[in-house]
């Protein structure tokens, strides 16, 4: 099963309604569920999808030597891919992580779906928390 925040779920799809008739790869992070401030009905060590990481970021230099420097070392293990003329699966185009969410249009919550890196369908579960605050600024 996979789990992931409304708030990330409502702007990847609003991030694939807006690039549309491009395709869009997204790499998302996790937080585990023992970190939010609400309680969550799943394990504390629960990885939770809550974040994403700006596509535009490091393309350049991925461009030039192939290398993705705009995901930290050791995050994203999952990607958000949109298919605006579908499958409403996998392809072969598609960069492959330990889960996959795959949009396609209209773009609302029946048009995601998650895959492990097979293209094994998973559950999707949305939930309505927010992530723990953040700061770039010691507290």
């Given amino acids: 099963?996979?789990?992931?925040?409304?708030?990330?779920?409502?702007?990847?799809?609003?991030?694939?309604?807006?690039?549309?008739?491009?395709?869009?790869?997204?790499?998302?992070?996790?937080?585990?569920?023992?970190?939010?401030?609400?309680?969550?009905?799943?394990?504390?060590?629960?990885?939770?999808?809550?974040?994403?990481y700006m596509p535009e970021a490091g393309q350049s230099v991925r461009a030039v030597f192939g290398m993705d420097l705009g995901t930290p070392a050791g995050r994203g293990r999952a990607k958000f891919v949109s298919h605006p003329q579908g499958p409403a699966e996998p392809t072969r185009e598609d960069d492959f992580a330990a889960a996959v969410l795959v949009a396609v249009p209209p773009w609302d919550a029946e048009s995601v779906a998650a895959f492990d890196r097979s293209g094994k369908r998973l559950s999707l579960d949305v939930l309505d928390a927010d992530p723990p605050k953040e700061s770039l600024v010691g507290d």
């Fill in 1 to 52: 099963m996979v789990f992931i925040t409304r708030g990330l779920h409502d702007a990847l799809l609003d991030m694939a309604s807006e690039a549309e008739p491009e395709r869009v790869t997204v790499v998302l992070a996790t937080t585990p569920a023992g970190e939010f401030e609400e309680e969550l009905d799943v394990a504390s060590e629960t990885p939770v999808l809550s974040h994403f």
